[in-house]
């Protein structure tokens, strides 16, 4: 089976930044997509790491170890609309979900 | 470049009534499409997927089936819905890489 495991809520300040780390343990592996969802709103793709390392794209960059089965998502230079839950998924024949992380933004 | 659809946005349905939703896909062909379900405060699960007409793969042993009859449009069905069928109800589409992008999603309240 597939275990994915995310923490529920990250709170942090306008401006800052935040990492949301993600654990896998799934039968097999072909990858590891991040995706951002705003409330009532379809997921948005973010990243996506098939080798190990770091992947940046803007204020956004996203970590994968596969010998570790861990990810992670950080946001740099925070702004109210990143307010959204993140989403970790691993792609094995299919997308496997995990259950996503609230980051909320204060100002 | 490709958009995906999906409709109704926004559906009540009482118990035991039937269910149609659908999807198409355009700029695209022969897409990878998967149906998946978000239940309130819970993971994406999926349900089924196609890669091709008249292929399907269910994922999830349920009151729900999915049809593909035309390459671009997915449908996903029920002749009796249950309470536990209400949710948010995601259509994504894959191209040759393997990225997913979703529809705009249904949200299915049955009562």
């Known amino acids: 089976g597939q275990n994915i495991d995310q923490p529920t809520e990250m709170t942090a300040t306008e401006g800052a930044i935040v990492q949301i780390n993600c654990t896998y343990q799934?039968?097999?592996?072909?990858?590891l997509f991040w995706y951002q969802q705003h409330a009532g709103e379809a997921p948005t793709f973010l990243s996506y790491?098939?080798?190990?390392g770091l992947e940046e794209k803007g204020r956004f960059s996203s970590f994968l170890s596969r010998s570790k089965g861990y990810s992670y998502l950080l946001l740099k230079e925070l702004q109210m609309k990143d307010s959204a839950s993140y989403l970790c998924?691993?792609?094995?024949?299919?997308?496997?979900f995990g259950a996503g992380t609230t980051v909320t933004v204060r100002a | 470049s490709q958009t995906i659809h999906q409709w109704p946005a926004t559906l009540v349905q009482p118990v035991g009534s039937p269910l149609s939703l659908e999807c198409t896909v355009e700029?695209?062909?022969?897409?990878?499409l998967y149906w998946y379900r978000q239940a309130a405060g819970r993971g994406l699960q999926l349900l089924f997927y196609s890669v091709g007409i008249g292929q399907i793969s269910s994922e999830v042993p349920q009151n729900l089936s999915a049809s593909r009859p035309q390459d671009r449009q997915f449908i996903l069905s029920s002749k009796k819905l249950l309470l536990s069928d209400s949710g948010f109800y995601l259509c994504?589409?894959?191209?040759?890489?393997?990225?997913?992008?979703f529809g705009p999603g249904t949200r299915l309240l049955v009562l």
């Open positions: 790491n098939v080798l190990d």
């Open positions: 994504a589409w894959a191209g040759v890489g393997e990225t997913q992008y």
């Open positions: 799934t039968s097999g592996f072909n990858g």
């Open positions: 998924a691993v792609n094995d024949y299919k997308l496997s």
């Open positions: 700029g695209t062909s022969n897409p990878n």
